[in-house]
């Protein structure tokens, strides 16, 4: 669809449809739904695999961390790849790499073959991601009918991290913990099918290419800022190869700004990062993501490797957290276009930060779902809301000829946020837990021999090796001490978790009081290249009254 300026036409939207088709939005919800369940299916198996495997404590954060780093590295690769040669090739693309990853994770023998399958089916997510984003986006150039379909989008979303807990603690609670790998195979090739099959193409070549120089400068700054951030909590921040891999991580994102300021053909355009509302949007991701992935990563340890309750008892909290947008389906629509963003931002990350607090106020021994139930509602509630109106705010700062490009960004900033989450609070908790029970074994006036023992059970695995091995009659001293420990280490990464969804809503009140569509550079969100009016104020960007999307 195009429209006239000043007498002028406008540039054409995209290659492809005008209008979303019913096919390609049940598709995209598809893919993005079969993309989600990979992130949280691990989580109430965590302890089910470190006892397997003999995992220690930093290996834990990796295997979350090894599905969601493909995802954040490779966002914007993705994207331009999208744009270039058509979303639907990388939505059949991802659903085949997510099918062979699990494959790979389903017959693992060791937690190396585990991280690699890890790997594999993250590729496949982080071509899904911006690709079902931006496929919506680009067939929704009406605010009434992008609202609507992104409302469909981001409920498929948190369906899919719903079942997924649900998956793996019924699946670890019945057979083989391997065997929750295998559904998720099979939702892949089902993906790969529909999207084949009903995906109406969209790309928009147009000053997009391969940028060499910035794929393989923020790839390597992502994979040493994370490297860095999970093994320093084993080895120690002041250790050299710690040290290093922070200055690494540095230098290789310094590298990719200066990449993307000359290249003639950018992954990422950084004059979208001068639009306020879309450079809000990406911090407020980011923070909000680390404070939610966080607390789950936080709750998954409390509740499986450290109470050990079954694995679908560990579930439950994870998918009832996610089934609360569920049930929100039939009025986050009408939020989504009668509500300004700002508003829906604010309210969702402040449920966020204080169903975290809530949680890491609980007892220690609480651990049953009704005991939670307060803490759930506000984090269901607050994700799902949050979620919605920053993908609306991001995509809707920047011209849609840049949809690809702007979903891409938002996407790796939510996957960064996400990877970052375990591994931080991983860092911060596991680490404090460790010196906090080396200073309670020390006032337990223990014999020298069991001092020593449960001393270098410490040293090597940390606080989590102390509270699961078999150290005899000396376990009942020790496991009470290693859990009041790992509590209370956990409940400071949680309020950590809090503070960063505190700053995110500070960062959107500042930040989205206007539409900054005016103030957008050239051809990203200007009125002559959106085709559109460009409201000023919070009452002129008001979306318009519901209505069905197109093709329905």
């Known amino acids: 669809m195009t429209r006239s300026v000043a007498g002028r036409p406008a540039p054409a939207v995209a290659e492809g449809p005008p209008s979303l088709g019913l096919g390609t939005l049940i598709a995209a919800c598809l893919a993005i739904c079969v993309a989600q369940i990979g992130i949280p299916l691990a989580s109430p198996i965590i302890g089910v695999i470190q006892r397997d495997f003999g995992a220690s404590a930093a290996a834990l954060a990796w295997i979350p961390a090894a599905f969601i780093l493909p995802t954040a590295i490779l966002e914007l690769n993705f994207g331009v790849l999208g744009d270039l040669f058509g979303r639907k090739r990388l939505l059949v693309l991802g659903g085949l790499l997510i099918t062979a990853g699990s494959l790979v994770v389903a017959t ?49 979303l948190a369906f899919g991290a719903m079942i997924a807990p649900l998956i793996s603690g019924f699946t670890a609670e019945n057979t083989d913990w391997h065997w929750a790998y295998v559904p998720l195979a099979v939702l892949g090739l089902v993906t790969a099918a529909v999207s084949a099959r009903r995906i109406a193409d969209s790309r928009e070549p147009a000053g997009r290419g391969l940028d060499w120089p910035g794929q393989i400068t923020i790839a390597v700054s992502l994979l040493a800022l ?70 789950a990563y936080a709750l998954s340890i409390k509740l499986e490797t450290i109470y050990h309750l079954s694995p679908l008892q560990a579930a439950l909290p994870f998918a009832l957290i996610q089934a609360i947008p569920l049930l929100l389906t039939p009025v986050l629509p009408k939020l989504l276009q009668r509500v300004h963003p700002r508003a829906l931002l604010v309210g969702g990350l402040l449920s966020l930060a204080a169903g975290e607090v809530w949680m890491a106020l609980l007892p220690g021994d609480a651990t049953d779902v009704a005991s939670m139930a307060g803490p759930i509602l506000l984090l269901g509630a607050g994700f799902i809301t949050m979620f919605s109106a920053l993908t609306a705010v991001a995509v809707g700062a920047v011209d849609i000829r840049h949809a690809g490009m702007a979903s891409a960004v938002t996407s790796l900033v939510r996957e960064t946020g996400q990877a970052l989450g375990p591994a931080i609070v991983s860092a911060v908790a596991l680490g404090t837990a460790s010196s906090a029970l080396a200073a309670k074994l020390g006032a337990a006036k223990l014999p020298a021999e ?25 376990s009942r001293t020790l496991v009470p001490l290693a859990r009041q420990a790992l509590e209370a280490s956990l409940d400071l990464g949680i309020y950590l978790c809090a503070g960063a969804s505190l700053v995110a809503a500070l960062i959107a009140v500042l930040a989205l009081q206007y539409s900054d569509a005016a103030a957008a550079p050239a051809g990203l969100g200007s009125e002559e290249a959106a085709g559109t009016s460009v409201p000023q104020k919070d009452s002129d960007i008001a979306a318009p009254k519901a209505e069905a999307l197109p093709g329905h």
């Not at 984003?133 to 409920?155: C, D, F, M, N």
């Not at 290249?263 to 991701?285: Q, V």
């Not at 270098?456 to 150290?471: F, Q, S, Y």
């Open 108 to 156: 693992s023998g060791s937690l190396t073959q585990l991280i690699v399958g890890q790997v594999v089916a993250g590729l496949g997510a982080a071509a899904i991601f911006p690709s079902s984003l931006a496929v919506i986006v680009a067939g929704t150039p009406e605010p009434a009918a992008r609202a609507r379909a992104l409302s469909y989008w981001a409920l498929s």
């Open 226 to 295: 994370l490297y860095a951030v999970i093994q320093g909590a084993n080895d120690g921040y002041t250790a050299t190869h710690i040290v290093l891999a922070f200055a690494i991580a540095v230098a290789a994102f310094a590298g990719f700004l200066v990449a993307e300021r000359k290249s003639r053909a950018p992954m990422l355009r950084l004059e979208l990062f001068r639009i306020p509302s879309f450079a809000a949007a990406a911090a407020i991701g980011m923070l909000a993501m680390f404070g939610f992935i966080g607390t």
């Open 450 to 474: 069991a001092m020593g023992a449960a001393s270098a059970v410490n040293a090597e695995g940390g606080a989590i090796a102390v509270a699961n091995a078999d150290l005899g009659e000396l």
